[in-house]
């Protein structure tokens, strides 16, 4: 069978889920080799051979980190060329980060081959994998295929579920060259960001989001309440990261996170087709407005017209409640 | 010596038009108002607030797309950029990314330049890959996704910036020559004034076609392109959804519809 390489999105050595969600769709074109690199690459595979992996190929370089994006399409490409030496390649998928895009985009122009990005599904065709993409803030969906080389696509996360399914894993040693011209651009310094303790927003299963309706960051306690009565991430609007209520790493949006969970809450949200793009393909939609002509009500599955300010400290506390 | 600065800016479909595709399966633009894309709005911005703390800067704003496209670059022109490169070709119509990169690439070595400034992503194909790929095919620093950029020393210096990631905040730094892309979060783009909108209509655009760019046609276009739409189709209207007015039971209310979802 052909090999499909899986570009892995760790950090430190932890996986994250749309990498794991990757395996899933890998598996049904082909076999999964998992490519991880950085700090903790090896660490990695344990997971990885969990989900489908039948090889991880490893590479820790210190120019991984002290360099944006370039080294890593240089050890992508020598996997590129590893695999293809011995054997055949069906594609390289990527998550569809603002990085794996950036990855993908180089790799694509290096070895001669179109690039899909944001796919939301992907199938094995007769002439190649078939990519369905959700576009124009999700009004349209689409099916394309790559015509020319070795295609290259990055998938959004929550596009597939993980499962978990075991094979081989075998961890190999990539040997990777970093040109001197991809040592161009210098991290000169990086702060993690601190963890909130909650779900990531593009991998949680609930999002709640608050918009300029919250009125002020003394407000977001209230949308913060209810999420962790849920299990929920925090999300924003820009109206309401804009007028600094809230950090911007928390913007669903075209501008912001593109989400696509089980269940989406909207509270003081009017539902603007930016606002729309990164969220209309989530499960469910719910949505807390007092203005019952709000575009966003035209979305939802369950909508009340009403204060926020009542309605989301009453349902925080039914779901107490509830949960016992 | 002057700092060479080219602005890439797409002309797109209005988002809040109704956008559709056309029976080719490529981007319907008769029906809907074209305008420049609001994100690069603020590669504009990015690159007049570079020119103004430089000695000496020259901007150049670069549009691949069809005739209307030239509202893109007078747009930018209004807004205070000196001059305007247009590639407009009939054999340009379907083109990709790898492709637009292509043509983009070539126009900007003819152009000549010690930065080129991109948006963070466009609002139609919302890809967010030309910046890289140009790096790519130019072979510069990509210095990309920016919420903060300045440029210090000249067409020789070097290129700074802030790129708040998914899981960190880094700054970069680069030597020139060297491609940016700068984020929403950059800072608002001016309004053109008054004397920018009449001072644009007198700044030179220059018209490239394929030929000049010693590209053929088979290597762009729907014909030539690295991707292939097989199918799209609109998505079909969400069903109606129940909507209650809270009159003191909605919390109750959809606390039952979430437990009836098993959300809780
Ligand atoms: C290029 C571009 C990119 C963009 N990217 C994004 C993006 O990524 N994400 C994004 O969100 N937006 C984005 N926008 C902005 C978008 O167009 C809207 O301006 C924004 O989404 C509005 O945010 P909002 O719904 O919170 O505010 P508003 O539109 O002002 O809506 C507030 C809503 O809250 C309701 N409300 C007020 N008080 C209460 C209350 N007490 N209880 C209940 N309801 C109440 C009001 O009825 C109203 O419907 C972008 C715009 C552009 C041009
Ligand atoms: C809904 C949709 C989905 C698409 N999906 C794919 C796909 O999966 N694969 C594929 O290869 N093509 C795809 N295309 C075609 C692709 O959008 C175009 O080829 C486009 O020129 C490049 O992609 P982008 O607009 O997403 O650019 P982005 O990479 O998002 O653009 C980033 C920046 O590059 C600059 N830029 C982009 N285009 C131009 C231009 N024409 N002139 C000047 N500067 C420019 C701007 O500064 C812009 O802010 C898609 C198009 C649409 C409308």
């Not at chain 1, 303790?197 to 919250?214: C, F, H, K, N, Q």
């Not at chain 2, 983009?104 to 194909?125: H, N, R």
Request: net charge negative.
């Amino acid at each position: 069978m052909a090999e499909v390489l899986v570009y892995v999105d760790h950090v430190d050595g932890s996986v994250r889920k749309p990498t794991l969600e990757l395996l899933t769709l890998a598996r049904r074109i082909g076999d999964p080799v998992a490519v991880s690199l950085g700090n903790g690459a090896a660490d990695t595979a344990a997971t990885l051979a969990e989900h489908g992996a039948v090889k991880v190929l490893t590479a820790d370089a210190a120019e991984f980190a002290d360099y944006l994006v370039a080294p890593k399409v240089d050890a992508l490409q020598a996997a590129v060329e590893s695999v293809s030496a011995a054997g055949s390649l069906a594609a390289v998928l990527l998550p569809s980060s603002a990085e794996g895009k950036e990855i993908g985009a180089r790799l694509a122009i290096r070895i001669g081959s179109g690039i899909i990005t944001d796919a939301v599904d992907l199938e094995a065709g007769d002439e190649g994998p078939v990519a369905t993409q959700s576009v124009f803030a999700a009004s349209y969906t689409t099916k394309s295929r790559i015509t020319k080389g070795t295609p290259v696509i990055t998938v959004k996360p929550n596009s597939a579920p993980v499962e978990p399914a075991a094979a081989a894993g075998a961890v190999e040693e990539l040997a990777v060259t970093v040109a001197d011209s991809s040592k161009g651009t210098k991290v000169v310094s990086r702060t993690p960001r601190e963890s909130t303790g909650r779900p990531d927003l593009t991998e949680a299963a609930i999002v709640v989001s608050g918009g300029r309706g919250v009125n002020g960051a003394e407000n977001f306690p209230v949308i913060e309440a209810l999420a962790d009565s849920l299990g929920a991430a925090v999300g924003a609007s820009r109206a309401a990261v804009d007028a600094g209520w809230y950090p911007h790493t928390n913007q669903v949006g075209q501008t912001g996170k593109s989400v696509s969970p089980q269940l989406y809450i909207a509270a003081g949200i009017s539902g603007a087709i930016q606002h729309r793009a990164g969220m209309q393909t989530s499960k469910t939609i719910v949505a807390i407005n007092k203005d019952e002509e709000a575009p966003i009500f035209e979305l939802v599955d369950y909508g009340v017209v009403g204060d926020l300010f009542n309605v989301v400290p009453a349902l925080t506390d039914e779901v107490k409640t509830r949960k016992g | 010596m002057s700092l060479r600065i080219v602005v890439c800016v797409k002309y797109v479909p209005d988002a809040t038009g109704d956008r559709h595709f056309a029976e080719d399966l490529t981007v319907d633009r008769d029906d809907v108002d074209g305008l420049l894309s609001e994100l690069d709005e603020y590669a504009v911005e990015q690159a007049l607030q570079i020119k103004e703390a430089a000695d000496d800067a020259e901007i150049t704003v670069l549009t691949v797309g069809p005739e209307d496209a030239n509202d893109a670059i007078r747009k930018a022109l209004s807004m205070g950029a000196d001059k305007g490169v247009h590639v407009e070709d009939e054999d340009l119509h379907g083109t990709d990314a790898v492709g637009t990169s292509l043509v983009l690439a070539k126009a900007i070595e003819k152009t000549g330049y010690d930065l080129v400034v991109c948006g963070m992503a466009s609002t139609d194909g919302t890809m967010g890959v030309l910046p890289a790929m140009l790096a790519e095919r130019l072979g510069v620093p990509q210095v990309t996704q920016l919420s903060e950029v300045s440029v210090e020393g000249g067409p020789n210096g070097t290129v700074k910036g802030r790129r708040d990631g998914d899981t960190a905040t880094e700054q970069l730094e680069a030597s020139l020559p060297a491609v940016v892309s700068v984020t929403d979060q950059s800072g608002e783009a001016r309004y053109p004034s008054f004397k920018g909108i009449m001072a644009a209509k007198k700044k030179p655009v220059e018209e490239l076609e394929l030929d000049d760019l010693d590209i053929d046609a088979d290597e762009v276009g729907l014909e030539g392109a690295w991707t292939k739409v097989e199918d799209a189709t609109e998505r079909p209207a969400r069903t109606a959804g129940t909507i209650v007015k809270d009159e003191g039971e909605g919390a109750k209310q959809l606390a039952e519809f979430l437990a009836g979802q098993k959300f809780i």
